[in-house]
Every structure is written in C-alpha cells, then in structure tokens.
Nanobody, 115 residues
Framework: QVQLVESGGGLVQPGGSLTLSCAAS????????MGWYRQAPGKQRELVAK???????NYAESVKGRFTISRANAKNTMYLQMNSLKPEDTAVYYC?????????WGQGTLVTVSS
C-alpha cells in the first residue's frame, strides 16, 4: 500500500521554527518528484516547495530564504525546514509524490503560527 505520512506540525510563535517530515511507504521516494503544499482556511491549496527526483528544488516566493526542502533517500523521507515563521504560514501542510502522472497525497499536518 502506497502511503505518505506527515508529522512535525504544531503551534509555534512568530519567528520560530518547525521541521515537517513526510515518510513514504510502498514507493521508492527517490524515484518520485516530491513536494510540500499548504492550504489555509478559506484558500486554495498552494505549492510551497518541491524537490525533483534529480534533487533540484523550487520554492514559492513567499517562503524563499525561510524554508528548505530536502530528502533522506535512505530513510525514504522528505523534510521541510521552516524558519522565521509568520502568522500567514498557518495552514495544513500536505506532502505529495508524483511520477509519470501517478500521484499520492498525505493526510496533512497542521501548522499554526500564533503568539
């Protein structure tokens, strides 16, 4: 069974940091393009960052310089290091894996940035 499981969300104060993890099972994650998306209340899901199977990365303008996407192939896991968090980063964060049109989503993890 193919599955992505996110973890690491929670409540953090503005300016703080969190690291999200996305553990993959049933697939070899390194063969997939993977990404983090987020959906804030009342808004559409948006791409936050992606990392291709070859290792190249892209970021949304709103998180450039603050977030870092990475993967540990030996652990079949992807990460999102989030620094200098802002209230507008509050959202449910989802991980995604896709390869040749085949796509998998995780269940999401909530990140709340508030004082």
């Amino acid at each position: 069974q193919v599955q992505l499981v996110e973890s690491g969300g929670g409540l953090v104060q503005p300016g703080g940091s969190l690291t999200l993890s996305c553990a993959a099972s049933g697939i070899i994650a390194s063969m997939y393009h993977m990404g983090w998306y987020r959906q804030a209340p009342g808004k559409q899901r948006e791409l936050v960052a992606k990392i291709r199977s070859g290792g190249s990365t892209n970021y949304a303008e709103s998180v450039k310089g603050r977030f870092t996407i990475s993967r540990a192939n030996a652990k079949n896991t992807m990460y999102l290091q989030m620094n200098s968090l802002k209230p507008e980063d509050t959202a449910v964060y989802y991980c995604n894996a896709n390869r040749f049109g085949s796509e998998v989503w995780g269940q999401g993890t909530l990140v709340t940035v508030s004082s």
